[in-house]
Nanobody, 121 residues
Framework: QVQLVESGGGLVQPGGSLRLSCAAS????????MGWYRQAPGKQRELVAD???????NYADSVKGRFTISRDNAKNTVYLQMNSLKPEDTADYYC???????????????WGQGTQVTVSP
């Protein structure tokens, strides 16, 4: 089994910063892309940012210049540094990992349980 455990969410004022972490563990052979998604109340889940094993990154337009995604391949961990937070960033943030559990298995998608981020005065 594979587990993704997120941490770092919370309440922050507009303009503040938070750093999210997500550690993958369990039956993992290799991890391809890792990413962060978010879902606000009444809205669909959307991609925030993702990163490949080689470090190539992709960001939603709404967070470019404010958020930075990074990963530690040795620790199977992905981070999301969120700066200049806005009320519209309020959402549940979910970690995702695209990985193989064995050398011969196909790539499967795995999700964390989510961590809440609230940006409010």
């Amino acid at each position: 089994q594979v587990q993704l455990v997120e941490s770092g969410g919370g309440l922050v004022q507009p303009g503040g910063s938070l750093r999210l972490s997500c550690a993958a563990s369990g039956s993992i052979f290799s991890i391809n892309a890792m990413g962060w998604y978010r879902q606000a109340p009444g809205k669909q889940r959307e991609l925030v940012a993702d990163i490949t094993t080689g470090g190539s990154t992709n960001y939603a337009d709404s967070v470019k210049g404010r958020f930075t995604i990074s990963r530690d391949n040795a620790k199977n961990t992905v981070y999301l540094q969120m700066n200049s937070l806005k009320p519209e960033d309020t959402a549940d943030y979910y970690c995702n990992a695209q990985l193989r559990t064995t050398w011969f298995s196909s790539i499967t998608s795995h999700w964390g349980q989510g961590t809440q981020v609230t940006v409010s005065p």
